[in-house]
C-alpha cells in the first residue's frame, strides 16, 4: 500500500505540476537537466519541443520503471515490466497530460520507428492513457525534451 508520510504535500506531485506547466505554455490551446528546469529546451534538430517525457519507479517497484500498454486493448497486459520499453506492446516512457490533486494522467509515448527523426522526434503519442495516485511514485526520471507529434 501507498502512503504519503509527508503532510505538505507530495514532491513527485509538484514537480510534475512545473513539467505540465512547461507543456502547457508551449501548447497554450491545449486544455492541457533537472526536471524543474523552467523552460522546455531544443536540441540542435530541435527548434520546438512541447514535451519532458517521464520514466516513473513505484515505491517498493525494485529499481524497475513503470511499463505501460501502449493500447487500450484490455488483452495487453505488461507481463514483464523489466523488459520496459524493448517489448513492442509497453512502454516505460509517458507525457504528463493533466493533475487534479494527488493523481496524474499520463499519456503511453512509444519509441518511434522511422531513425531518420529519432533525434528530434524519439517519441510517438498514444491514445493509452493512465491515471495514478502519485503518493504510490517514488522517482521521476527525465529525459531529453522533445517534440512529440499529435499532442497539442
Not at 74 to 99: M, T, W
Amino acid at each position: 500500500m501507498c502512503n504519503n508520510n509527508g503532510s505538505d504535500g507530495n514532491c513527485i506531485a509538484e514537480l510534475l505540476k512545473v513539467i505540465l506547466v512547461l507543456q502547457q505554455n508551449v501548447c497554450p490551446e491545449n486544455g492541457l537537466d533537472s526536471c524543474d528546469r523552467p523552460m522546455l529546451g531544443g536540441g540542435g534538430n530541435c527548434l520546438i519541443c512541447n514535451t519532458r517525457p517521464v520514466m516513473l519507479y513505484m515505491c517498493c517497484g525494485n529499481g524497475v520503471p513503470l511499463s505501460m500498454p501502449t493500447s487500450k486493448d484490455a488483452r495487453q497486459v505488461c507481463s514483464n515490466p523489466s523488459l520496459g520499453s524493448s517489448c513492442p506492446d509497453c512502454s516505460n516512457v509517458f507525457r504528463v497530460e493533466k493533475i487534479e490533486g494527488n493523481c496524474c494522467t499520463f499519456r503511453v509515448l512509444t519509441a518511434n520507428p522511422d531513425e531518420s527523426c529519432c533525434n528530434s522526434q524519439p517519441w510517438i503519442a498514444t491514445n493509452s492513457f493512465f491515471t495514478m495516485n502519485l503518493d504510490c511514485c517514488c522517482i521521476v526520471r527525465c529525459l531529453n525534451d522533445c517534440y512529440v507529434d499529435c499532442v497539442c
